[in-house]
């Protein structure tokens, strides 16, 4: 039997986490459910180990042992694993980052249990922002996990609605689409734009917190719609969060159902990260390139002779995560003491050239001193380069000279 390639997007909340897997063979995402044949989407970050025999139970099983009273655990997971908590489960100590790392082990296999001979191709992790903090939480899981580098991905929410919406039929997004996120009491409105003149098309997605709606919620939201959605022509409206519960939208639903596709759902942020998957795998085309306050906005690249030929060789592509943009390459140096870096927007012919100086570095024939170059994102608009003499084998040894220089795009 050929194995089937495995395509995940994972949410992380501050309670719950969601699942969303597509397989070689399915034409979308499907999204995990507690419940076989419902949208209970929510798993909770809960992890339990039963008294006396040591079985470990997790999501909603978990909380009922617990609440039953028949084994010990901990809840809200990802929050306690970044704080970096230790918990004393049945007398023993646990790092809660290992428990994270159960937890994610265990709901990994769900979808295997939909069919066998199933490969990880990627995952992607997705949650409401980024920072380094949470970016090397998942680096600590990935290592527990032993995904390779290529195999995980990390996104915010903005970034999964942009996959999620730019996934479904063009007719939903021609005039572009918004997300209302009304979670935490607050109720954040994500719009998007799309850079028609350029291939491929640049994309954005902005923020606008609205904050809590006060008095009627019908009414609050209404006033809120009507001043996001009125000054632009949008294909799709896209609504998500708990407190989207109830029927408590009557006036407002009217409104933005008003020559606009108009859907409500809890998993669009897991399916956006699955959609991601799929496309960093090559299993879906794109023709997208996000540009959002974690992603790269400039184009970083050497012009290097590779057989005779003269090409650019990338070392920083915008629209790239800042958190992961790393990488290293190996030149020779032809005649000169500097190595130029060709700086280009992505919607721009034009490139900039900065050029930086090796100061003291040993005269040597030319093509006789090898260079590591090392690139690593400071912010989404500074690179820390880091050049190394690494000599010519045992003809010249390295100087070990070291240049380091602080790019700002």
Same mark, same amino acid.
């Given at each position: ?72 655990? &901990? ?35 769900? =979808? ?99 904050? =809590? ?43 933005? &159902? ?15 990260? &699955? ?9 879906? =085309? ?75 570095? =040993? ?47």
């Amino acid at each position: 039997m050929k194995e089937k390639s495995l395509s995940i997007g994972l949410d992380f909340g501050k309670k719950y986490a969601l699942v969303s897997y597509c397989t070689s063979d399915m034409s979308e995402p499907d999204t995990i459910s507690t419940v076989a044949g419902s949208e209970l989407y929510q798993i909770p970050l809960s992890l339990c180990k039963r008294r006396g025999i040591g079985q470990w139970y997790y999501g909603k099983e978990a909380e009922t042992v617990m609440k039953n009273g028949e084994g010990s655990g &901990c809840d809200r997971l990802f929050g306690r694993a970044l704080a970096g908590e230790q918990v004393t489960v049945e007398g023993e100590t646990y790092d809660t980052v290992e428990l994270l790392s159960l937890f994610v082990r265990k709901i990994l296999t769900v =979808p295997q249990k939909f069919g066998t001979s199933m490969k990880l191709a990627r995952i992607t992790i997705t949650m409401d922002t980024l920072n380094r903090e949470k970016m090397e939480l998942i680096e600590k899981i990935a290592g527990r996990m032993k995904w390779t580098k290529e195999q995980y991905h990390v996104i915010d929410y903005a970034e999964s609605f942009y996959y999620y919406a730019l996934s479904q039929k063009e007719e939903l997004w021609l005039h572009d689409a918004v997300l209302f996120d009304y979670s935490k009491n607050s109720m954040r409105f994500y719009y998007m734009e799309r850079n028609l003149n350029s291939t491929p098309q640049l994309v954005h997605i902005y923020l606008k917190d609205y904050g =809590p709606l006060i008095g009627n919620k019908d009414t609050a939201f209404l006033d809120v719609v009507t001043d996001a959605v009125s000054r632009k022509i949008y294909s799709s409206v896209y609504l998500t969060g708990d407190s989207f519960d109830g029927e408590w939208m009557r006036e407002s639903l009217k409104f933005l &159902c008003n020559g606009r596709h108009v859907f409500l759902g809890k998993n669009l942020y897991a399916k956006g990260a &699955c959609y991601a998957s799929c496309i960093h795998t090559g299993m879906q =085309p794109w023709q997208f390139v996000y540009i959002g306050e974690n992603e790269m906005k400039v184009n970083i690249s050497l012009k290097v002779k590779d057989r005779e030929e003269l090409i650019f060789h990338t070392l920083v592509s915008a629209g790239e995560n800042w958190y992961e943009a790393k990488n290293q390459c190996e030149i020779l140096l032809a005649g000169t003491n500097t190595v130029d870096f060709w700086l280009q927007l992505p919607d721009s012919r034009e490139a900039k050239i900065e050029s930086l100086e090796l100061t003291d570095i =040993p005269k040597r024939p030319e093509r006789m001193t090898r260079l590591s170059v090392m690139t690593e994102a400071l912010s989404d608009s500074a690179v820390k380069v880091t050049i190394r003499d690494l000599g010519f084998g045992e003809i010249y040894k390295s100087s070990e000279k070291v240049w380091e220089y602080k790019m700002e795009l």
